[in-house]
């Protein structure tokens, strides 16, 4: 079978730059962004034809190689992005929706509990993969059930099976494909909601490079340690290797600043993991996630 009779939007050498908010991959050899009621047929035709292929949501935890990636990325966007507010005060969201359009869609309901999500900048099912958190919240504090696709089939998994925990889900290691998540709020007040919505994202307007291409913290938080201080420590900030450096006004942010490729942002991180594991004898290990060829 035709993988064009599968799924209707596929494009052939699709710029993986398009898709990251680092700014940088090269081409996916087939990219496909299938609707809701295509990804099962697709996976199962993949799994089938034995066709190597990548999940990715909006790619703002990716750094995809320069030579870009072999066989089929399945990037879940908009056509399986429905938000449905049920009773309860449940939410249900497809994988391709924008985490912020949940939490918008939260406030405008009166339903908090969202409000640490407003500015993470990815796509529910990346959020669910990463058990992504900020200010003291987690996608794991939220989460009533997920649904996804396990062996070709259709399964559910209740929010203690998820295996969550500080930047990882069972997600990570079984190479499931999260279809849509059903998250539990509570009932608030809609102006409380809206003001620490406001107040979060200032902070983070105010800490973050969040004008400059990047995929966030780069690095997880070492045990004990905050990463940004670590570089900052060392020496680093402002360190560059071509075009990306240590953000200026964030040490946990390597940013793309003058069209760097993704071999230079992955030296830039291999040498601040280097030279902090020399000042202070602690392996930073990277939170963003390296895919493709470099
Ligand atoms: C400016 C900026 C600020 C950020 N701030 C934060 C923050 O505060 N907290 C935080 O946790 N993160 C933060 N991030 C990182 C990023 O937004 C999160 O990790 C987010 O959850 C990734 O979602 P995504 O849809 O972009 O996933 P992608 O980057 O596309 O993919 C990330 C991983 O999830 C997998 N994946 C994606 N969708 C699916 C799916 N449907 N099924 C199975 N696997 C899937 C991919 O295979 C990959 O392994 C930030 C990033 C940026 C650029």
């Known amino acids: ?9 596929i494009k052939y050498n699709e710029p993986m730059s398009k898709h990251t908010t680092f700014r940088v991959g090269g081409p996916a050899d087939i990219f496909a962004e299938p609707e809701a009621h295509e990804l099962l047929d697709l996976i199962r035709y993949l799994n089938e034809s034995g066709q190597p292929y990548t999940v990715i949501g909006n790619g703002s935890n990716l750094l995809v190689g320069d030579k870009g990636i072999r066989g089929v990325v399945v990037a879940l966007k908009d056509g399986i992005g429905d938000i449905d507010v049920e009773e309860d005060c449940e939410i249900y969201a497809g994988a391709g929706a924008l985490l912020s359009r949940v939490a918008s869609e939260a406030a ?4 908090t509990g969202l409000e640490f999500a407003s500015g993470i900048p990815g796509s529910v099912g990346g959020a669910i993969a990463m058990n992504a958190g900020a200010y003291d919240g987690e996608m794991k504090d939220v989460v009533s059930y997920v649904n996804a696709i396990h062996d070709n089939e259709f399964v559910k998994y209740g ?3 998820m295996d969550f925990s500080y930047r990882h889900s069972r997600i990570l290691d079984s190479g499931d494909i999260v279809v849509g998540v059903c998250i539990k709020l509570a009932f608030g007040d809609m102006g409380t909601i809206r003001a620490k919505m406001s107040e979060l ?19 997880k938080r070492p045990e004990g340690y905050f990463a940004g201080k670590l570089i900052q420590d060392a020496g680093l900030r402002g360190y ?8 200026e006004k ?12 993704a071999a230079e942002i992955k030296q830039l991180i291999e040498d601040v993991q280097n030279k902090v594991f020399e000042d202070a004898g602690v392996r930073l290990e990277t939170e963003v996630r390296m895919i493709g060829e470099f």
């Not at 405008?108 to 339903?111: F, N, R, S």
């Not at 994202?201 to 780069?218: V, Y």
């Not at 942010?253 to 760097?260: H, I, S, T």
């Open 108 to 111: 405008a309901c009166g339903l």
């Open 1 to 9: 079978m035709d993988l064009k009779k599968v799924v209707r939007n």
């Open 250 to 261: 964030h040490c946990g942010f390597v940013v793309n600043d003058q069209n760097a490729t």
């Open 201 to 219: 994202n200032q902070r983070r307007a105010d800490k973050q490079p969040i004008n400059l291409p990047s995929a966030g913290s780069t690095f």
């Open 240 to 247: 560059r290797v071509g075009g990306a450096c240590v953000s």
């Open 159 to 161: 929010c203690n099976e």
